[in-house]
C-alpha cells in the first residue's frame, strides 16, 4: 500500500522518511546492486536515494508510484556511478554471489535449479536485459512502470523481457548438461 | 499478449538477502537529514566530492594567472552587486585580487585533437540507448491487430501503425506483405511486424522516411512516447529475402543522420537530453555497429555536457568552467578543437559563484534603473537571491517555495530553481541571445502558453548536487521583463553550510 499523502507534500519528517526506508529500503539496494554490481556502491548509493527524495519529495508527483520514483532516482545515481570514467576505467567489480535458497519443488521444468544459480545467469545478462528481469522478477514492477523506472516504450520492455527470460533459460540448461 | 511468470522466479525471488539496507544504514541517512545542508558522505563520495572541489579551486585560481590580459570581468570575486548582464553588452571588467598560485591540477580537458575509438556498444559497461541485435519482422494477420494510420512511403511500400488489441496504448510498426501478381504487387492480409514504436497518444507523430545511414538504403521509423521518450527503428532489406524487413539498430533517443568525416557515407549522431547532454556517434566498421560516446572522447562527462549543434556542425563540450568547440575531421575519426573555440572561466557566467554574505539588501541597477531589493533564502535549495522590493517598479511580487512570480510595468515573469535530478530536460535549443554566457542550457518555448519561453542555467555549485535555474517569460515581452530577470539571476548567492 503506498502511502498516498505523500503525493501532496512538501517535505517528509524522520519518521516518514524512516517508514520510507523500512518500506522501501531494501529495493533500492538490490536495484542498485543489480545495476552496479558493488555491494558498497549498492550501499552508498542507496542510503543517497533517500536523502535525495527527503530533499526532492516535493517533486514527486504521484503520477508514478513512490517505489518506481524511488528506482527511478536509484537508477540515475547507479548509472552516474557506472558512467564515470574512474570508475569504468579501475573496473570495480566483485563476484556476484547471491545467497543460496532452498529449490522451490516447482522448478522440475529446470531441475533443482539453485537460487544461487538463477542468479548467476541473471547476472551474466546484459545490463539491459538484466534490469528489466529484476524490476519484473524481484520489484514485481508492472511493464509500464518498468517503461517508467527506464524511460522506454512499454513494447520494448516486453521484448527485452522475454529475450532476458530466455537468455536466463538457456544458460541454466546449458549449465545443467 | 501476456506471458506467464516463469516458475524458476519463485526460487530466485528473495535470493539476494534481505535486511540490506540495514538500520546502521538508517540511522546515518536520518542523521545526515536532520543536519540540513551539512551532508557527510562516505567513502568514495568525499574522495570524489573533494577530488572535484580542489580541481574547480585549482582551475579558479590558475586560469587568470595563465592569461594575464584577459579581462577579469568577475562578479564572484567583487563585493560588488553582480552586473546587470544584458545579453547585448559585454560584462564588466572590475578589479579582482591577485590569486594564490596552486599546486593542484586543473580539471581534465581534452587534446586539441581527440583521436575517437569505436567500440562496440553491446559489449560497453555503460548504459546507452541503442540495441544493435538484429530482430527479424514476422508475420502476423493484419485483422489481429487494430490499425491506427497507414504512411505510404513511395518506393518502400505502406506502413501500419497499430496496437495489438484494445485499450491497449502501446504502438506498432508493421509493413504491409504484398504478393508479386501478373500486373505487379498487391496487398495482402498479413503485416510484417517490425516492432514497438511508441504510444498511441503520439500516433500521429510516427513517421516513416527513406535513410541511407551507414551508406545502406533503408528506412527509419521515428515515434514517441513521452515527452522526452522517442524510438527511431532502422529496417532494411536483404537480397536473399528483399520483401522481409529487418533492423539490427535501434536508438532511443533523438537523432540525426549526417555525413560527419565526408567520407559520402552517413554517420548517425544521438543526443540525449537528460540532466546532462550526452552525445555519442555511431559508425559502421567492418559491417559492425560501432560507436563512440562523445562526452567521455572530451572528457565533458557529468556534471559537464555536450552537444551537437546540427547547423554548424559542431561539437560544443560544455564544461562546468568553460565550452569548448570541436568539429569532426574531414575523412579521418578525430575531432579538433577549432579556431573559433571560447575558452571562458566563470567570469562569463551569468550566475556569479558567490556564497551569501548575510547582506539583507542590495541594489540591482537594471538599464540605468535601482531597484531596491532583499534577500530571501530559498526554502527548497541551499540558494537564494535579491528580490525587488513592492513599489511602483515592482507591481506584485508572489514567492513561491521553488522560486519568484512579479509583475512590473513591462510585464511578468518567473524564476524558479528545479532540482536537476528532478527528471529530463526538455528538448533545448540554444539560442544566440544568452548564448554568451558559459552556465546556459538552452531555451525551451511551448507555444500554447503565454509565457512560452523557459530560458534553462546549470547552477552547480554543489556538484553533486546541481540545480537548474529556469526563468520563464513571454517571448515577445522578452526586451520589457528579462534585463531584471537576468538580473535577479545573476546575484543568486549560495548559502553556505550552516
Not at chain 2, 95 to 119: F, G
Not at chain 2, 311 to 324: E, Y
Not at chain 2, 337 to 351: G, Y
Not at chain 2, 423 to 432: I, Q, W
Request: proline content about 6%; glycine content about 6%; overall charge negative.
Amino acid at each position: 500500500m503506498e502511502p498516498d499523502y505523500l503525493k501532496h507534500v512538501e517535505s517528509v519528517d524522520g519518521a516518514e522518511l524512516r517508514q520510507l526506508m523500512d518500506r522501501y529500503g531494501d529495493d533500492v539496494w538490490k536495484y542498485a546492486y543489480v545495476l552496479t554490481k558493488d555491494r558498497e556502491q549498492a550501499k552508498d548509493i542507496s542510503q543517497e536515494v533517500f536523502i535525495r527524495a527527503h530533499y526532492n519529495i516535493r517533486s514527486f508527483r504521484g503520477q508514478s508510484s513512490l517505489k518506481t520514483w524511488l528506482l527511478a532516482i536509484a537508477r540515475n545515481q547507479s548509472l552516474n556511478y557506472l558512467s564515470s570514467s574512474y570508475f569504468r576505467k579501475i573496473g570495480l567489480r566483485e563476484t556476484v554471489r547471491p545467497r543460496q535458497s532452498a529449490p522451490s519443488a516447482e522448478s522440475a521444468y529446470l531441475g533443482q535449479q539453485s537460487a544461487a544459480e538463477i542468479w548467476d545467469a541473471i547476472f551474466g545478462l546484459s545490463k539491459k536485459l538484466r534490469e528489466v528481469l529484476v524490476l519484473d522478477l524481484e520489484h514485481e514492477l508492472t511493464v509500464q512502470e518498468i517503461a517508467q523506472v527506464l524511460n522506454l516504450p512499454a513494447g520494448t520492455v516486453k521484448s527485452r523481457l522475454h529475450r532476458a527470460r530466455k537468455e536466463v533459460e538457456k544458460r541454466l540448461k546449458g549449465w545443467k548438461q | 499478449m501476456k506471458e506467464t511468470r516463469p516458475d524458476w522466479y519463485s526460487i530466485a525471488k528473495g535470493g539476494l538477502g534481505d535486511s540490506l539496507f540495514t538500520e546502521e544504514m538508517k540511522r546515518e541517512v536520518g542523521r545526515i537529514v536532520e543536519q540540513p545542508r551539512a551532508r557527510r558522505r562516505s567513502g568514495r563520495w568525499i574522495a570524489g566530492t573533494a577530488l572535484v572541489a580542489l580541481c574547480v579551486a585549482a582551475v579558479l585560481l590558475i586560469l587568470p594567472l595563465a592569461r594575464p590580459d584577459s579581462p577579469a570581468p568577475s562578479p564572484a570575486v567583487t563585493d560588488e552587486p553582480s552586473p546587470v548582464p544584458s545579453p547585448d553588452q559585454p560584462l564588466p571588467t572590475p578589479e579582482s585580487p591577485e590569486p594564490e598560485p596552486s599546486e593542484t591540477p586543473p580539471p581534465p580537458i581534452a587534446d586539441s585533437e581527440v583521436r575517437l575509438a569505436y567500440e562496440s556498444p553491446e559489449n560497453h559497461s555503460g548504459d546507452y540507448p541503442v540495441e544493435t541485435d538484429r530482430v527479424e519482422a514476422k508475420r502476423i494477420d493484419k485483422a489481429s491487430v487494430r490499425i491506427q494510420r497507414t504512411i505510404e512511403v513511395e518506393g518502400a511500400g505502406s506502413f501500419a501503425i497499430y496496437v495489438r488489441e484494445e485499450g491497449d496504448s502501446q504502438l506498432y510498426a508493421g509493413m504491409e506483405v504484398r504478393a508479386k501478381g501478373t500486373t505487379g504487387h498487391k496487398e495482402t492480409d498479413e503485416l510484417y511486424e517490425i516492432g514497438p514504436i511508441g504510444e498511441l497518444v503520439y500516433a500521429d507523430d510516427v513517421s516513416v522516411t527513406p535513410s541511407s545511414a551507414f551508406g545502406q538504403s533503408g528506412l527509419r521509423i521515428f515515434g514517441a512516447c513521452g515527452a522526452n521518450c522517442v524510438a527511431n527503428t532502422w529496417i532494411r532489406f536483404e537480397e536473399s529475402a528483399p520483401d522481409v524487413p529487418f533492423s539490427d539498430f535501434r536508438l532511443y533517443t533523438h537523432a540525426q543522420e549526417v555525413d560527419l568525416d565526408e567520407d559520402g557515407i552517413l554517420e548517425v549522431v544521438a543526443t540525449e537530453t537528460s540532466t546532462v547532454g550526452k552525445v555519442q556517434i555511431y559508425k559502421r566498421i567492418a559491417d559492425r555497429i560501432m560507436f563512440v560516446d562523445v562526452n567521455e572522447a572530451l572528457q565533458a562527462e557529468h556534471p559537464g555536457s555536450v552537444v551537437y549543434e546540427g547547423s554548424r556542425r559542431i561539437f560544443l563540450a560544455l564544461l562546468p568552467d568553460r565550452t569548448l568547440t570541436y568539429e569532426y575531421g574531414i575523412r579521418d575519426d578525430v575531432m579538433k578543437l577549432t579556431d573559433e573555440h571560447t575558452v571562458e572561466t566563470d567570469l562569463d557566467r551569468l550566475i556569479a559563484d558567490k556564497a551569501y554574505d548575510g547582506s539583507e539588501s542590495l541594489q540591482l541597477e537594471v538599464d540605468g534603473e535601482t531597484y531596491e531589493s532583499t534577500w530571501f533564502a530559498n526554502e527548497t535549495f541551499p540558494v537564494g537571491a535579491y528580490l525587488p522590493n513592492d513599489g511602483d517598479k515592482v507591481l506584485r511580487k508572489i514567492l513561491l517555495t521553488d522560486g519568484l512570480y512579479y509583475t512590473t510595468g513591462s510585464g511578468s515573469a518567473f524564476l524558479t530553481f528545479r532540482a536537476a535530478d528532478e527528471g529530463d530536460l526538455p528538448e533545448l535549443s540554444k539560442e544566440a541571445d544568452l548564448a554568451m554566457y558559459g552556465d546556459y542550457m538552452g531555451t525551451e518555448f511551448k507555444d500554447d502558453e503565454p509565457y512560452n519561453r523557459r530560458d534553462y542555467f546549470v547552477y552547480d555549485r554543489d556538484a553533486k548536487r546541481p540545480i537548474y535555474v529556469v526563468l520563464r517569460y513571454a517571448d515577445d515581452n522578452a526586451s520589457g521583463v528579462r534585463p531584471l530577470l537576468l538580473a535577479i539571476a545573476a546575484n543568486i548567492r549560495y548559502v553556505p553550510e550552516a
